[in-house]
């Protein structure tokens, strides 16, 4: 078969339908990637409007130009879309993007997850600009702190467009994390092991780790904040039991984090462009490797520095202040890694390289005041002043926009094909430099004269008015420059010269294909022996394209990819892809309704829209189903490979462990919530305890034990031949007497809207169901499955899956009815 | 799935017990009101504590560097002994304030 004839029919199998109506029916990463990625950009010049009309008002002193009601949702929005909306989502993008080229595959693991995310991040986004638009937006500043936001003070729906959109918006983000997660761990071409992974990979996979860790506790705080709004449950409420204190912890558990989680794929991009500009290798890998997990963990050990000023004891604050100083060196270790990189090579100062040096400029000086205000005595003096915000940009700004810049003039050719033709990019780098620095110095200058943040108006004999003028002519420069780039990539898009393959000379495998990319991203696929495969093999791209890798033989109206052994890279499995469908739209469309109902408080279709999901989940997995046993698949190279359906671990079951460690880290927030409010609220012991009872205690264990040994059992027995028919039922019926006990203990949770006791068991319950009834519903299917004869002691991968999510159910049920009954019990 | 707990398991014991000596630090204060000067019993279980993380933290140190349980030379064993050292050095670093400070307000 000729190179051209293979492009034609691997685009007939890969194409999305063509025009208009692709959109909505596509799980191409290739679309997706761009489609998240414009969507961001579109939110990045929403708040950047929104950032004008801040320094607009901030410009002169007694300000008219908005009052109080509104500047406060115009900074909120501000914040919340920058770092809601455009931030993470451009993470997601450019990492759903570049993944699999990176990695030498053709997909990344689960494409209709990607279009769900996409959607939901969309609808979620919409929902919050509508509201602004009614002047209905969220106002009580980017962390939402109660009391101010809770129903007594913020009244309104303002707060709960914030709640609910943004989690809305977070379902987009764990999806996303899940899928790089897997994708990178299994999704990689034959031969790449974890040490030849590009650098972008590890920052993805740590960075995507991150989130699913760090997203949930901010889940679990909008969760409870919206319950107590809506239906008066007093978590936050110091006279009930509740305390504000425990909304501080939740938000900067995942508020700290989110900050590393914007950095580290900014990093990532500047250890993949950076080596390349400077004609060399990356130095250090595997200290950048090691910098960015020590990184990764530290942030997790920071969120109190933000809670310096709320009177907790000294020894706090200490532990909090030692560690935000020591993550400086994880940070200074990649700076010196990439400043050796730089010694080490010849830079040439081609655009991406301007930006990543204003990055080195403006980050640096973002690290150092970091440091400055990680001293406790500093912070009370600086903590809520526009040094606060001054500081947070120059980390933000430089740690991530910078990178980003130079991110997008570097793939830039990759994503249109085209080359850079015009200079307008020098002059607005130019005017963007100078623009950040000259608003944001002045901020820092005008905070420690005592300005605080987030106010709409100061009067001329506080002496600030020339330093803000300042800083409003400032970025008014900046904003122009950030128009000229915009601009430049239009002119660029619409109007640049055909470029040839690889313009900058680049040793990574993204490059190794025509540009812009083709559907079906590598003809055939690649085995990889080292970490420049384009360094050693410049000629790889042809070679790819006429067939000489991996599955260089389309077969008819597959889509097929390879999975690895995720440490060695040897291949593992033949996978095969789902095809175009609306199904994602559809889901994350009733997913909204979901969330629209609670907001609006059409509480009747709520149960409407909750079985509308569990009806399409149904239809997404079944589809999965295979009437035969697959056979093995040869893939080229004299290499045979099982399918993933007769996988042990199989995609969806690493799928799942992630899903899960997201989920457990929710769990994990909720019970330290508990915990936290037990032994630190006031308004504690609570007026009347649950009364525990020894029949709904030992049922429920006794479900919760029987459950995942029947499971067991039913995998073993599939394994062997037989079809465990029976194990499953008893599962079902273990893990449903299980979710009654959660379902008695939400009944008898005691006076749920007087104390936050009575509340948080009766969301302690409610989760235990809501697990419970997930795992009976797959168990059901798993027995309809088997009815049918969707299984057999071959294919057999969705046994393990619903073991795992009944085990989880049972483990977690056992921890929630022991948190319920035992004190009880024991006292 | 050992690799990654090669690398993971050292930050993640550090994760653990700075949280956990944080929390027993506010329940050990609930008993002692104000400061431990006339407590020395939880000033003692606070440095007890101190102690035990320092000596799990050298013990995956030891067991990372010992050929039959390192990782496979090269790059995951340099990451993984570089997250023994991390954590390591986080846990004197972090919890260093208890030697030093002795109240609870
Ligand atoms: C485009 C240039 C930008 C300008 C001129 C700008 C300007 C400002 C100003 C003046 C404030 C202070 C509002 C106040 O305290 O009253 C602010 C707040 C904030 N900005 Fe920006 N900003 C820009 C870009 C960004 C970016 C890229 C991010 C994040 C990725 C960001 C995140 C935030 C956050 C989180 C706040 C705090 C909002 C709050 O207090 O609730 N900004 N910005
Ligand atoms: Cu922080």
Redesign the interface.
Same mark, same amino acid.
Do not use: C, I, K, R
């Given at each position: 078969m000729r190179a051209l004839e293979r492009h034609r029919k691997l685009t007939a199998i890969w194409a999305s339908e063509t025009g208009f109506k692709g959109w909505f029916s596509t799980v191409n990463h290739n679309d997706l990637g761009r489609m998240f990625l414009f969507t961001a950009f579109f939110f990045f010049i929403i708040g950047g409007l929104l950032a004008m009309l801040i320094r607009v008002q901030l410009a002169t002193p007694n300000s008219a130009f908005a009052g109080p009601e509104i500047y406060n949702q115009i900074f909120t929005m501000h914040g919340t879309v920058m770092m809601f909306l455009f931030a993470i989502p451009t993470f997601e993008g450019l990492a759903i993007y570049l993944l699999p080229k990176l990695l030498g595959t053709r997909d990344l693991a689960f494409p209709r997850l990607t279009a769900y995310g996409f959607w939901c991040y969309a609808f979620g986004g919409t929902m919050l600009i509508v509201a602004m638009l009614f002047g209905i937006a969220p106002d009580g500043g980017w962390f939402m702190y109660p009391p101010l936001s809770s129903a007594i003070h913020s009244p309104g729906i303002n707060a709960d467009f914030w709640l609910i959109g943004i989690t809305f918006v977070e379902i987009s983000a764990i999806a996303a994390a899940v899928e790089i997660t897997v994708s990178v761990l299994k999704y990689r071409a034959p031969g790449m092991s $974890?040490?030849k992974m590009p650098i972008f990979a590890w920052y993805a996979l740590i960075t995507a780790l991150m989130i699913l860790t760090g997203f949930p506790p901010l889940i679990l705080g909008s969760v409870l904040l919206e319950l107590e709004r809506a239906f008066g449950l007093p978590f936050f409420q110091a006279d009930l039991g509740g305390d504000s204190l425990l909304w501080q912890h939740l938000f900067w558990l995942f508020g700290h984090p989110e900050v590393y989680i914007i950095f580290l794929p900014a990093a990532g991009v500047i250890s993949t462009v950076l080596p390349v500009m400077c004609r060399t290798t990356l130095l250090g890998?595997?200290?950048i490797? &090691?910098a960015a *997990? %020590?990184l990764a /963990? *530290?942030s /997790?050990?920071l969120w109190v520095h933000h809670m310096f000023t709320t009177g907790i004891?000294? $020894?706090?604050l200490? /532990?909090f202040s %030692? %560690?935000s100083t $020591?993550v400086a060196v994880?940070t200074g270790v990649q700076i010196f890694a990439w400043i050796g990189t730089m010694w080490k090579g010849r830079p040439e100062l081609h655009l991406p390289m301007l930006h990543i040096l204003g990055f080195f400029v403006t980050f640096v000086i973002g690290g150092l005041t970091g440091v400055m205000v990680a001293v406790v005595p500093f912070d009370w003096q600086a903590h809520d002043t526009a040094f606060i915000t001054a500081h947070l940009h120059y980390v933000l700004f430089g740690g991530f926009v910078f990178p980003i810049f130079a991110g997008i003039y570097y793939w830039l050719p990759h994503f249109t094909g085209r080359q850079q033709f015009f200079r307008l990019g020098e002059l607005a780098f130019a005017l963007v430099f100078v623009g950040f620095h000259v608003t944001f110095l002045a901020m820092h200058w005008v905070g420690l004269l005592g300005q605080r943040r987030r106010i709409s108006g100061y009067t001329p004999e506080d002496g600030w008015s020339v330093i803000n003028l300042i800083s409003s002519v400032g970025s008014f420069i900046l904003a122009i420059g950030i128009a000229m780039i915009l601009i430049d990539v239009l002119l660029h898009i619409f109007t640049a010269r055909r470029s040839c393959r690889n313009p900058w000379n680049a040793t990574t495998l993204e490059w190794a294909m025509i540009t812009p990319a083709p559907a079906y991203t590598f003809a055939s696929l690649p085995l990889i022996s080292c970490r420049d495969p384009l360094g050693r093999e410049p000629a790889l791209a042809t070679a790819l394209a006429r067939g000489e890798g991996y599955l260089g033989v389309p077969r008819e109206g597959l889509r097929e990819t390879l999975a690895v052994d &995720?440490?060695s890279g040897r291949p593992e499995m033949h996978v095969l892809y789902p095809a175009n469908t609306r199904l994602p739209i559809v889901m994350s469309a009733v997913t909204g309704l979901f969330f629209l109902s609670l907001l609006l408080k059409f509480y009747w279709t709520v149960p409407l829209a909750l079985v509308g999901v569990i009806i399409l989940a149904w239809r997404w997995v079944w589809s999965l189903g295979l009437r035969d046993d697959p056979a093995m698949q040869p893939v080229g190279h004299d290499l045979t490979l099982p399918s993933a359906a007769t996988a042990e671990r199989a995609p969806g079951w690493w799928g799942s462990v992630f899903l899960l460690t997201a989920n457990g880290t929710f769990f994990g927030a909720l019970l330290f919530g508990f915990?936290f409010l037990w032994?630190?609220a006031p308004g504690w012991p609570p007026p009347v305890w649950f009364k525990p009872s020894v029949l709904e205690f030992a049922l429920g264990v006794a479900g919760a034990v029987i459950a995942p040994l029947a499971m067991r059992r039913a995998i073993r027995k599939n394994r062997a031949g037989d079809t465990p028919f029976s194990n499953v039922l008893i599962a079902l019926f273990g893990i449903a007497v299980l979710g009654i006990t959660c379902a008695a203990l939400m009944m008898r949770a005691p006076a749920p809207t007087s104390h936050a006791y009575g509340a948080t068991l009766l969301v302690l319950g409610g989760y235990g169901l809501f697990h419970a009834t997930v795992a009976a519903l797959m168990s059901g299917f798993l027995a309809t499955q088997m009815r049918l004869g969707f299984t057999s002691a071959k294919r057999r991968a969705a046994f393990p899956i619903v073991a795992l999510w009944v085990k989880y159910a049972s483990i977690t049920g056992l921890i929630i009815l022991s948190a319920a009954h035992l004190p009880g019990m024991l006292s | 799935m050992t690799e990654l707990l090669r690398i993971l398991l050292a930050p993640l014991v550090w994760l653990v017990s700075f949280s956990a000596i944080y929390g027993l630090h506010g329940l050990l204060c609930e008993t002692a009101e104000g400061s431990f000067a006339e407590f020395p019993v939880q000033r003692f279980v606070l440095l007890a504590a101190f102690l035990l993380a320092i000596a799990l933290q050298i013990t995956i140190l030891w067991v990372l560097y010992q050929p039959r349980f390192a990782a496979p030379a090269g790059l995951l064993r340099f990451v993984s002994r570089a997250g023994g050292w991390t954590g390591l050095v986080a846990t004197v670093w972090t919890l260093f304030p208890i030697v030093a400070l002795s109240t609870c307000t």
């Open positions: $974890l040490e890998y595997g200290w490797v &090691s *997990l %020590a /963990f *530290l /997790f050990g004891p000294h $020894l706090g200490a /532990f %030692a %560690a $020591l994880p &995720s440490a915990a032994t630190v | -």
